[in-house]
Protein backbone atom coordinates (compact mmCIF):
# COMPACT_ATOMS: atom_id res chain seq x y z
CA UNK A 1 0.00 0.00 0.00
CA UNK A 2 1.64 3.66 -0.83
CA UNK A 3 1.32 5.66 1.92
CA UNK A 4 -0.89 9.20 2.15
CA UNK A 5 0.71 12.30 1.42
CA UNK A 6 -0.11 14.25 4.36
CA UNK A 7 -0.43 18.40 4.06
CA UNK A 8 1.80 19.95 5.75
CA UNK A 9 0.52 20.64 9.46
CA UNK A 10 1.17 22.24 12.91
CA UNK A 11 -0.37 21.79 16.31
CA UNK A 12 0.19 22.73 19.27
CA UNK A 13 -1.21 23.24 22.68
CA UNK A 14 -0.12 25.05 26.10
CA UNK A 15 -2.32 24.60 29.30
CA UNK A 16 -4.58 27.55 31.02
CA UNK A 17 -3.40 26.44 34.06
CA UNK A 18 -1.92 29.69 35.68
CA UNK A 19 -0.15 31.92 34.11
CA UNK A 20 2.28 31.79 31.33
CA UNK A 21 5.92 31.79 31.73
CA UNK A 22 9.08 32.34 29.65
CA UNK A 23 9.41 29.10 28.81
CA UNK A 24 6.43 28.57 27.83
CA UNK A 25 7.38 31.71 25.33
CA UNK A 26 10.55 30.78 24.29
CA UNK A 27 10.16 26.96 24.45
CA UNK A 28 6.72 27.06 22.42
CA UNK A 29 4.90 30.47 21.63
CA UNK A 30 7.62 32.39 19.93
CA UNK A 31 8.24 29.01 18.27
CA UNK A 32 4.55 29.10 17.01
CA UNK A 33 4.48 32.15 16.03
CA UNK A 34 7.60 31.77 13.86
CA UNK A 35 5.97 28.69 11.93
CA UNK A 36 3.29 30.32 11.54
CA UNK A 37 5.21 32.31 8.76
CA UNK A 38 6.20 29.14 7.22
CA UNK A 39 4.64 27.08 4.91
CA UNK A 40 2.16 25.33 7.18
CA UNK A 41 -1.04 25.04 8.21
CA UNK A 42 -1.30 26.15 12.34
CA UNK A 43 -3.60 25.23 14.40
CA UNK A 44 -2.81 26.67 18.36
CA UNK A 45 -4.78 25.49 21.19
CA UNK A 46 -5.57 26.12 24.60
CA UNK A 47 -6.17 22.86 26.54
CA UNK A 48 -8.58 23.30 29.33
CA UNK A 49 -9.25 19.57 29.29
CA UNK A 50 -5.85 18.72 30.05
CA UNK A 51 -5.56 21.43 32.74
CA UNK A 52 -8.67 19.79 34.69
CA UNK A 53 -6.71 16.56 35.06
CA UNK A 54 -5.52 18.40 38.34
CA UNK A 55 -8.01 20.62 39.93
CA UNK A 56 -8.77 24.07 38.59
CA UNK A 57 -11.18 26.64 40.04
CA UNK A 58 -13.57 27.36 37.54
CA UNK A 59 -13.37 31.02 37.59
CA UNK A 60 -9.64 30.73 37.69
CA UNK A 61 -9.92 28.29 34.79
CA UNK A 62 -12.10 31.00 32.53
CA UNK A 63 -9.52 33.51 33.41
CA UNK A 64 -6.43 31.69 32.78
CA UNK A 65 -7.94 30.88 29.67
CA UNK A 66 -8.83 33.73 28.11
CA UNK A 67 -5.16 35.05 29.64
CA UNK A 68 -3.25 32.08 27.44
CA UNK A 69 -5.58 33.25 24.24
CA UNK A 70 -4.46 37.02 24.85
CA UNK A 71 -1.30 35.78 25.46
CA UNK A 72 -0.85 33.87 22.14
CA UNK A 73 -2.47 36.96 20.00
CA UNK A 74 -0.53 39.26 22.25
CA UNK A 75 2.96 37.19 21.00
CA UNK A 76 2.00 37.62 17.40
CA UNK A 77 -0.30 34.58 16.53
CA UNK A 78 -3.00 36.20 14.32
CA UNK A 79 -6.07 34.26 14.16
CA UNK A 80 -6.16 35.18 9.95
CA UNK A 81 -3.54 32.75 9.82
CA UNK A 82 -3.40 30.35 12.50
CA UNK A 83 -6.79 28.87 14.07
CA UNK A 84 -7.06 29.62 17.42
CA UNK A 85 -8.88 26.99 19.65
CA UNK A 86 -10.19 26.19 22.95
CA UNK A 87 -10.04 22.62 23.12
CA UNK A 88 -13.38 21.70 24.97
CA UNK A 89 -14.95 23.63 22.06
CA UNK A 90 -14.03 21.08 19.68
CA UNK A 91 -15.72 17.70 20.86
CA UNK A 92 -13.72 15.66 18.43
CA UNK A 93 -10.56 15.68 20.41
CA UNK A 94 -12.23 14.04 23.53
CA UNK A 95 -13.76 12.06 21.32
CA UNK A 96 -10.90 10.21 19.59
CA UNK A 97 -9.33 10.11 22.66
CA UNK A 98 -12.10 7.71 24.00
CA UNK A 99 -10.88 5.43 20.89
CA UNK A 100 -6.84 5.75 21.67
CA UNK A 101 -7.90 5.11 25.45
CA UNK A 102 -8.73 1.69 23.74
CA UNK A 103 -5.73 1.74 21.82
CA UNK A 104 -2.57 2.40 24.06
CA UNK A 105 -1.89 0.13 26.90
CA UNK A 106 -1.27 1.04 30.49
CA UNK A 107 2.44 0.28 30.82
CA UNK A 108 2.98 2.89 28.27
CA UNK A 109 1.28 5.45 30.26
CA UNK A 110 3.03 4.11 33.42
CA UNK A 111 6.40 4.69 31.78
CA UNK A 112 5.54 8.84 31.29
CA UNK A 113 7.75 10.65 33.67
CA UNK A 114 5.22 13.39 33.60
CA UNK A 115 2.72 11.63 35.06
CA UNK A 116 4.77 10.41 37.80
CA UNK A 117 6.58 13.96 38.44
CA UNK A 118 2.66 15.30 38.92
CA UNK A 119 1.24 12.17 40.51
CA UNK A 120 3.84 12.18 42.71
CA UNK A 121 4.20 9.63 45.65
CA UNK A 122 0.62 9.22 46.15
CA UNK A 123 -0.24 7.78 42.51
CA UNK A 124 -3.80 6.24 43.64
CA UNK A 125 -4.65 9.66 44.29
CA UNK A 126 -4.14 10.80 41.16
CA UNK A 127 -6.92 11.53 38.44
CA UNK A 128 -7.65 8.58 35.99
CA UNK A 129 -7.57 11.96 33.50
CA UNK A 130 -4.03 12.79 34.63
CA UNK A 131 -3.27 8.88 33.49
CA UNK A 132 -4.75 9.23 30.50
CA UNK A 133 -3.74 12.92 29.26
CA UNK A 134 -1.08 11.27 26.78
CA UNK A 135 -3.88 9.76 24.83
CA UNK A 136 -5.58 12.99 24.62
CA UNK A 137 -2.46 14.84 23.69
CA UNK A 138 -2.62 12.44 20.85
CA UNK A 139 -6.11 12.93 19.76
CA UNK A 140 -5.08 16.59 20.18
CA UNK A 141 -2.73 16.32 17.65
CA UNK A 142 -4.08 13.26 15.51
CA UNK A 143 -7.48 14.67 14.84
CA UNK A 144 -5.74 17.31 12.34
CA UNK A 145 -3.54 14.78 11.03
CA UNK A 146 -0.83 17.58 12.54
CA UNK A 147 2.46 16.45 10.61
CA UNK A 148 4.35 18.90 13.26
CA UNK A 149 4.45 19.67 16.53
CA UNK A 150 6.68 22.54 17.97
CA UNK A 151 7.02 21.59 22.16
CA UNK A 152 9.86 22.29 24.31
CA UNK A 153 12.23 19.38 25.56
CA UNK A 154 9.63 18.05 28.34
CA UNK A 155 7.19 17.08 26.03
CA UNK A 156 9.12 14.68 23.89
CA UNK A 157 8.15 11.55 25.37
CA UNK A 158 4.56 12.20 24.97
CA UNK A 159 5.59 12.94 21.36
CA UNK A 160 6.86 9.54 21.01
CA UNK A 161 3.43 8.10 22.47
CA UNK A 162 1.64 9.61 20.10
CA UNK A 163 3.91 8.36 17.36
CA UNK A 164 3.23 4.81 19.43
CA UNK A 165 -0.61 5.19 19.49
CA UNK A 166 -0.64 6.01 15.32
CA UNK A 167 1.38 3.01 14.78
CA UNK A 168 -0.77 0.63 16.68
CA UNK A 169 -3.71 1.81 15.47
CA UNK A 170 -2.95 1.85 11.96
CA UNK A 171 -1.62 -1.70 12.25
CA UNK A 172 -4.67 -2.89 14.24
CA UNK A 173 -6.95 -2.30 11.43
CA UNK A 174 -4.42 -2.46 8.57
CA UNK A 175 -4.76 1.25 7.68
CA UNK A 176 -2.39 4.08 7.02
CA UNK A 177 -4.53 6.70 8.40
CA UNK A 178 -2.29 8.45 11.04
CA UNK A 179 0.63 10.43 10.18
CA UNK A 180 3.63 9.77 12.25
CA UNK A 181 3.73 13.45 13.73
CA UNK A 182 7.67 14.90 13.80
CA UNK A 183 8.32 16.50 17.31
CA UNK A 184 9.78 20.24 16.29
CA UNK A 185 12.32 20.68 19.35
CA UNK A 186 14.45 23.09 18.21
CA UNK A 187 15.89 26.60 18.96
CA UNK A 188 18.04 27.34 22.17
CA UNK A 189 15.29 27.71 24.58
CA UNK A 190 14.08 24.22 24.36
CA UNK A 191 14.21 24.01 28.26
CA UNK A 192 14.08 27.11 29.79
CA UNK A 193 15.53 26.33 33.74
CA UNK A 194 14.55 28.19 36.99
CA UNK A 195 17.09 31.35 37.55
CA UNK A 196 16.90 30.09 41.34
CA UNK A 197 18.25 26.03 41.05
CA UNK A 198 19.39 25.17 37.36
CA UNK A 199 19.16 21.53 37.54
CA UNK A 200 15.04 22.24 37.37
CA UNK A 201 12.61 23.88 34.48
CA UNK A 202 11.39 27.02 34.83
CA UNK A 203 7.49 25.81 35.76
CA UNK A 204 4.56 27.73 36.63
CA UNK A 205 4.00 25.35 39.30
CA UNK A 206 7.47 26.25 41.36
CA UNK A 207 6.34 27.94 44.78
CA UNK A 208 9.29 30.47 44.46
CA UNK A 209 7.85 33.41 42.15
CA UNK A 210 11.44 34.53 42.06
CA UNK A 211 12.47 31.32 39.90
CA UNK A 212 10.51 32.21 36.91
CA UNK A 213 9.41 35.36 34.99
CA UNK A 214 5.98 35.47 34.30
CA UNK A 215 4.75 37.11 30.93
CA UNK A 216 2.65 39.48 33.32
CA UNK A 217 5.42 40.97 34.98
CA UNK A 218 6.36 44.71 34.88
CA UNK A 219 9.81 45.61 33.97
CA UNK A 220 10.70 46.15 37.24
CA UNK A 221 10.25 42.90 38.64
CA UNK A 222 11.91 41.22 35.49
CA UNK A 223 14.76 43.26 35.95
CA UNK A 224 14.72 42.41 39.38
CA UNK A 225 14.40 38.88 38.63
CA UNK A 226 16.96 38.72 36.03
CA UNK A 227 19.50 40.78 38.74
CA UNK A 228 18.90 38.29 41.61
CA UNK A 229 18.77 34.74 39.13
CA UNK A 230 21.54 32.38 40.70
CA UNK A 231 24.99 32.63 38.85
CA UNK A 232 28.65 30.77 39.32
CA UNK A 233 31.37 33.40 40.06
CA UNK A 234 33.06 33.15 37.15
CA UNK A 235 32.28 35.69 33.86
CA UNK A 236 30.95 34.38 30.40
CA UNK A 237 33.62 32.12 28.42
CA UNK A 238 33.80 33.37 24.80
CA UNK A 239 32.87 29.39 23.41
CA UNK A 240 29.84 26.81 24.30
CA UNK A 241 32.17 24.42 25.63
CA UNK A 242 32.69 26.87 29.01
CA UNK A 243 28.88 26.44 30.10
CA UNK A 244 29.09 22.81 29.93
CA UNK A 245 28.98 21.80 34.20
CA UNK A 246 27.57 25.47 34.95
CA UNK A 247 23.58 24.98 34.37
CA UNK A 248 22.73 28.42 35.59
CA UNK A 249 25.39 30.89 33.44
CA UNK A 250 24.14 28.06 30.49
CA UNK A 251 20.48 29.09 31.23
CA UNK A 252 21.10 32.85 31.50
CA UNK A 253 23.01 32.63 27.86
CA UNK A 254 19.96 29.97 26.65
CA UNK A 255 17.41 33.31 27.32
CA UNK A 256 19.57 35.93 25.98
CA UNK A 257 20.01 33.86 22.70
CA UNK A 258 16.71 32.65 22.35
CA UNK A 259 15.41 36.22 23.18
CA UNK A 260 18.04 37.77 21.01
CA UNK A 261 17.01 35.31 17.98
CA UNK A 262 20.85 34.23 18.14
CA UNK A 263 22.60 31.22 18.65
CA UNK A 264 24.45 30.66 21.29
CA UNK A 265 27.70 30.60 19.69
CA UNK A 266 26.73 34.37 18.29
CA UNK A 267 25.82 35.53 22.30
CA UNK A 268 29.62 34.25 23.36
CA UNK A 269 31.59 35.91 20.44
CA UNK A 270 29.62 39.11 21.70
CA UNK A 271 29.86 39.07 25.33
CA UNK A 272 32.72 36.28 26.62
CA UNK A 273 34.78 37.64 29.17
CA UNK A 274 32.16 39.85 30.78
CA UNK A 275 31.21 39.77 33.94
CA UNK A 276 27.61 38.58 35.69
CA UNK A 277 27.65 41.87 36.91
CA UNK A 278 28.09 43.43 33.57
CA UNK A 279 26.16 40.69 31.46
CA UNK A 280 22.66 40.52 33.48
CA UNK A 281 21.69 43.74 33.09
CA UNK A 282 22.49 43.65 29.36
CA UNK A 283 19.82 40.82 29.38
CA UNK A 284 17.89 42.63 31.51
CA UNK A 285 17.25 45.47 29.14
CA UNK A 286 16.74 43.23 25.91
CA UNK A 287 14.06 41.04 28.10
CA UNK A 288 12.19 43.98 29.26
CA UNK A 289 12.07 45.30 25.84
CA UNK A 290 10.97 42.00 23.73
CA UNK A 291 8.60 41.25 26.94
CA UNK A 292 7.16 44.27 27.75
CA UNK A 293 5.23 45.09 24.76
CA UNK A 294 3.50 41.67 24.91
CA UNK A 295 2.66 41.89 28.52
CA UNK A 296 0.46 45.59 27.54
CA UNK A 297 -0.69 43.80 24.86
CA UNK A 298 -2.19 41.04 27.02
CA UNK A 299 -3.53 43.38 29.80
CA UNK A 300 -5.27 45.53 26.73
CA UNK A 301 -7.01 42.04 24.97
CA UNK A 302 -8.06 40.67 28.59
CA UNK A 303 -10.39 43.85 29.30
CA UNK A 304 -12.34 42.79 26.54
CA UNK A 305 -12.99 39.19 27.03
CA UNK A 306 -16.26 39.03 24.66
CA UNK A 307 -13.74 39.75 21.80
CA UNK A 308 -11.43 36.64 22.85
CA UNK A 309 -14.82 34.12 23.42
CA UNK A 310 -16.01 35.32 19.46
CA UNK A 311 -12.83 34.39 18.49
CA UNK A 312 -12.27 30.97 20.38
CA UNK A 313 -16.24 30.58 18.78
CA UNK A 314 -14.54 31.55 15.19
CA UNK A 315 -11.92 29.64 15.82
CA UNK A 316 -13.82 26.55 16.86
CA UNK A 317 -15.60 26.29 13.98
CA UNK A 318 -12.90 26.08 11.14
CA UNK A 319 -11.30 23.72 13.38
CA UNK A 320 -14.31 21.65 13.57
CA UNK A 321 -14.05 21.91 9.45
CA UNK A 322 -11.11 19.43 9.56
CA UNK A 323 -11.53 17.29 12.70
CA UNK A 324 -15.50 16.07 11.69
CA UNK A 325 -14.26 14.54 8.92
CA UNK A 326 -11.42 12.70 10.43
CA UNK A 327 -13.53 11.79 13.30
CA UNK A 328 -16.33 10.14 11.12
CA UNK A 329 -13.64 8.25 9.11
CA UNK A 330 -12.09 7.09 12.06
CA UNK A 331 -15.40 6.01 13.71
CA UNK A 332 -15.91 3.80 10.04
CA UNK A 333 -12.59 2.38 10.39
CA UNK A 334 -13.41 1.27 13.69
CA UNK A 335 -16.37 -0.25 12.71
CA UNK A 336 -19.22 2.32 14.43
CA UNK A 337 -22.48 2.30 12.44
CA UNK A 338 -23.35 5.99 11.33
CA UNK A 339 -26.16 7.80 12.07
CA UNK A 340 -28.65 8.27 9.22
CA UNK A 341 -29.49 11.34 7.96
CA UNK A 342 -33.69 11.64 7.32
P1 LIG B 1 2.46 22.97 29.07
O1 LIG B 1 1.22 23.74 29.22
O2 LIG B 1 3.12 22.40 30.29
O3 LIG B 1 3.57 23.83 28.33
C1 LIG B 1 3.28 24.42 27.08
C2 LIG B 1 4.49 24.46 26.19
O4 LIG B 1 5.56 25.18 26.83
C3 LIG B 1 6.73 24.39 26.85
N1 LIG B 1 7.46 24.70 28.10
C4 LIG B 1 8.76 24.97 28.13
N2 LIG B 1 9.68 25.07 27.15
C5 LIG B 1 10.95 25.38 27.51
N3 LIG B 1 11.30 25.59 28.82
C6 LIG B 1 10.42 25.51 29.82
N4 LIG B 1 10.77 25.74 31.08
C7 LIG B 1 9.07 25.18 29.50
N5 LIG B 1 7.93 25.04 30.23
C8 LIG B 1 6.96 24.73 29.35
C9 LIG B 1 6.23 22.96 26.84
O5 LIG B 1 7.23 22.06 26.38
C10 LIG B 1 5.06 23.06 25.90
O6 LIG B 1 5.50 23.01 24.54
N6 LIG B 1 1.06 18.53 27.39
C11 LIG B 1 1.31 19.89 26.98
C12 LIG B 1 0.11 20.57 26.37
C13 LIG B 1 -0.51 19.85 25.21
C14 LIG B 1 0.05 19.73 23.92
C15 LIG B 1 -0.91 19.00 23.16
C16 LIG B 1 1.25 20.14 23.34
C17 LIG B 1 -1.71 19.23 25.19
N7 LIG B 1 -1.97 18.71 23.96
C18 LIG B 1 -0.67 18.67 21.82
C19 LIG B 1 1.48 19.82 21.99
C20 LIG B 1 0.52 19.09 21.26
C21 LIG B 1 1.73 20.67 28.22
O7 LIG B 1 1.49 20.28 29.32
O8 LIG B 1 2.27 21.82 27.98
Request: with cysteine.
Amino acid sequence: MTSPVFTPRVFSGIQPSGGLTLGNYLGAIKRFVDMQDDAFETIYCMVDLHAITVWQDPADLRRNTRELCAGFIASGINPEKSILINQSQVPEHAQLAWIFNCVARMGWMQRMTQFKDKAGKNAQNASLGLFAYPALMAADILIYHATHVPVGEDQKQHLELTRDIATKFNHDFSVDFFPLTEPVIKGAATRVMSLRDGSKKMSKSDPSDASRINMTDDSDTIAKKIRKAKTDPDGLPSEAKGLEERPEARNLVNIYAALADQTVAEVLTEMGGKQFSEFKPILADLAVAKLSPISTEMARLVAEPDEIDRLLTAGAQQARDITAPILRQTYDIVGMIPPKHV
